[in-house]
């Protein structure tokens, strides 16, 4: 049998790939997350310092821990509450919701008068993130992971066949805490309100793994770097002490 050489010149080549169908990007913003009221600090889950004596207002409640002057972050975790890079692969959930009748079409026109079909897609993406509040002294209440969730519509070309490939390209999660002070003594608050907003930034792709035929050339592997040892180096001697002077001659 003769065999066709692969080194050098082109060849016909027969590869497997994803075809990106369809790719779309937008922020999409979590619909406004809110706890109000001191009864609703038993959602939120709030752990506080231990040996620290809260005025009234109740254990888990940071406002009546830590005081009225309170700064406020949040961010993204796996349901057990370890910090995670919302960036990640995997590391939220972003997926196709089916839908009973399969992907509906619809027509719809471009700005130069065509039209064109494509297929109502619904994509789910939901997470956690924890909330932790701390005061000037350093001390803080942290939270329990916080669930989080949210569904969008898209118009892609999506024919059957063809899969959601979703990559969360940017994550945004700002919080607020309001504490309202109880009755004149000062320094005595409570919690009366806590709102988390989140916003990401998503690529969305529609692709199918299919087979194409190209003409292209094989790669070669480049050439290794030369690696040279360096010579042994031993540290200098102090030869005036040691190991000095040899004995001085005497006469013969």
Same mark, same amino acid.
């Given at each position: ?61 940071? !406002? #009546?821990?830590? @005081?009225?002057? %309170?700064?406020? &972050? ?7 509450? $370890?910090? *995670? ?71 892609? !070309? #999506?024919?059957? @066949?063809?899969? %959601?490939?979703? &990559? ?7 919080? $607020?805490? *309001? ?74």
């Amino acid at each position: 049998m003769d065999f066709k050489s692969i080194s050098g010149g082109q060849e016909t080549l027969c590869i497997k790939v994803n075809k990106v169908y369809d790719w779309v990007t937008r922020q999409a913003d979590v619909p406004l997350i809110a706890f109000t009221g001191p009864a609703s600090l038993a959602d939120i889950g709030f752990d506080c310092p231990s040996g620290v004596t809260p005025t009234p207002g109740g254990a888990g409640d940071p !406002c #009546a821990f830590l @005081g009225g002057n %309170l700064t406020v &972050e949040c961010f993204p975790t796996d349901e057990e509450g $370890n910090p *995670i890079d919302p960036l990640a692969p995997g590391a939220i959930l972003c997926q196709e919701i089916p839908q009973p009748e399969g992907r509906a079409s619809g027509q719809f026109q471009l700005p130069d008068g065509s039209t064109v079909t494509l297929q109502k897609v619904k994509v789910l993406k939901k997470g956690f993130i924890v909330v932790r509040v701390s005061n000037a002294a350093g001390l803080s209440c942290t939270s329990d992971p916080i669930a989080w969730a949210v569904s969008e519509k898209f118009f892609l !070309c #999506a024919p059957p @066949g063809t899969f %959601l490939q979703c &990559e969360i390209t940017d994550f945004e999660c700002d919080a $607020n805490i *309001i504490c309202r002070q109880v009755g004149i003594t000062p320094g005595v608050f409570e919690f009366q309100q806590l709102d988390i907003s989140i916003n990401l930034c998503q690529n969305v792709q529609m692709e199918a793994m299919v087979k194409l035929e190209i003409t292209a050339d094989f790669c070669q592997p480049r050439p290794d770097m030369p690696f040279v040892c360096p010579p042994l180096a031993f540290p200098p001697q102090c030869p005036t002490v040691f190991p000095g002077p040899g004995p001085t001659p005497t006469g013969i």
